[in-house]
Structures are given as structure tokens and as C-alpha cells.
């Protein structure tokens, strides 16, 4: 399984990006699908995650209400629109494939990464 992750960028406070993980294999469809993120001398954080059917999403609260996860099975993508960005937003965001149907927000519960896209908010 390889997960590859794209649409970082450079943007300023207030604007939207919206990041796409495209997975190879399968079993896309079968697995929960996670995003998190790092920023620059922290751990690595939970964001958000949505199930195999996409009908339930979960988001950290320090983003809740302003990112939003979507998935197309058929395409094996899963998307991270992000809107009214802030700076502490900044960080090396990467998609993970999760358990089968567990929810976990703990990076180790999470067995395939991407690679990361940058994300940088300027203020």
C-alpha cells in the first residue's frame, strides 16, 4: 500500500487549500482513513478521520468547524479541504490508513502513511 499526498502550499491566514491522499491497492475502501499533522519541533497530531463508507467523519476540536474530510472510494482519494487557515494550521500534514472499522486517533493505531505536504500559513 502507498499513499501519496498533495496540494501543500504557501497561503495567508484566512484562505482554503485542499489536500488529496491517492492510495494504491484494493482494499482503499475497507480501512478508516486518517489525517494528521507535525509541526516543526511537535508530535505528531491527529486531525481528522472518516470511515470506510465516509458516513462519519471525526475531527480534533482545534479544527473542527473549519476543515472537512471526504473520501471517493472509487477513485481511492481521500481529500482534507481546509478553510479559514491559521498560522498554528502550519505544519507537514499526512494522510494514514486505519484500522477496518476501530476509530483511533492515536498515530500508532495507523499502519501506512503518505509521504506529507507542507502546509505554511503566513500571518
Known amino acids: 500500500v502507498q499513499l501519496q499526498a498533495s496540494g501543500g502550499g504557501l497561503v495567508q491566514a484566512g484562505d482554503s487549500l485542499r489536500l488529496s491522499c491517492v492510495a494504491s491497492?484494493?482494499?482503499?475502501?475497507?480501512?478508516?482513513m486518517g489525517w494528521f499533522r507535525q509541526a516543526p519541533g511537535k508530535e505528531r497530531e491527529f486531525v481528522g478521520l472518516?470511515?470506510?463508507?465516509?458516513?462519519?467523519?471525526l475531527y480534533a476540536d482545534s479544527v473542527k468547524g473549519r476543515f472537512t474530510i471526504s473520501r471517493d472510494n472509487a477513485k481511492n482519494t481521500v481529500y482534507l479541504q481546509m478553510n479559514n487557515l491559521k498560522p498554528k494550521d502550519t505544519a507537514v500534514y499526512y494522510c494514514a490508513r486505519g484500522p477496518n472499522t476501530s476509530i483511533q486517533t492515536s498515530p500508532r493505531s495507523y499502519t501506512y502513511w503518505g509521504q506529507g505536504t507542507l502546509v505554511t500559513v503566513s500571518s
Open positions: 472518516i470511515t470506510r463508507s465516509g458516513g462519519r467523519t
Open positions: 491497492g484494493s482494499t482503499f475502501g475497507n480501512c478508516i
